[in-house]
């Protein structure tokens, strides 16, 4: 029953949460506007969603989310590096294309915003059929090795937490 009225009861307690915090009042106007909020926004985007999503393995998400942490450090770093090179020392940027195992929708979401979150990373697109991924990178020094980085430290992951 609860799940006709919030499709997403998680997401919707989230929002009602964030709603409450952003506007740091409590009063009874903005409990309403943000129960309205948390039922009106998961209810009308219910049909965008592809799939239900099946979270498994939490420590396996922990250790994702850690990589992807130092992974954002680290390349920000790079890309301070690269922007500060003498002219003689340019990055030079390119184009990678993953080819991907991992078919869940939910999964491929999630790798392709960490692609976009981790400097350096400059632009993603997934394939229309799913198949691979590619990426622009800002500072291309070894293609092979940064395919079987990504797959590695985030492809595989993802498979075991979606799929």
């Not at 209810?43 to 942490?69: E, Q």
């Not at 450090?73 to 790079?78: M, P």
């Not at 632009?123 to 079987?148: C, K, P, T, Y």
Request: neutral net charge.
């Amino acid at each position: 029953m609860i799940r006709r009225i919030f499709p997403s009861p998680i997401l919707s307690l989230a929002l009602l949460a964030m709603w409450m915090l952003l506007n740091g009042s409590f009063g009874p106007g903005q409990w309403l506007m943000g129960i309205l909020l948390a039922w009106l926004v998961p209810y009308l985007t219910h049909s965008l969603r592809p799939t239900p999503v099946r979270f498994s393995h939490p420590m396996t998400a922990l250790r994702l989310l850690m990589h992807v942490g130092s992974d954002v450090i680290a390349s920000n770093l790079r890309v301070l590096r690269g922007t500060l090179a003498p002219t003689s020392r340019v990055p030079e940027g390119g184009f990678i294309v993953i080819p991907l195992d991992m078919r869940d929708p939910n999964g491929l979401a999630v790798l392709a915003a960490i692609m976009c979150v981790i400097p350096g990373t400059i632009w993603s697109e997934l394939a229309l059929d799913r198949s691979a991924l590619m990426v622009h990178l800002f500072d291309l020094q070894n293609g092979e090795a940064e395919i079987e980085l990504i797959k590695q430290r985030y492809e595989r992951p993802l498979m075991e937490i979606f799929e």
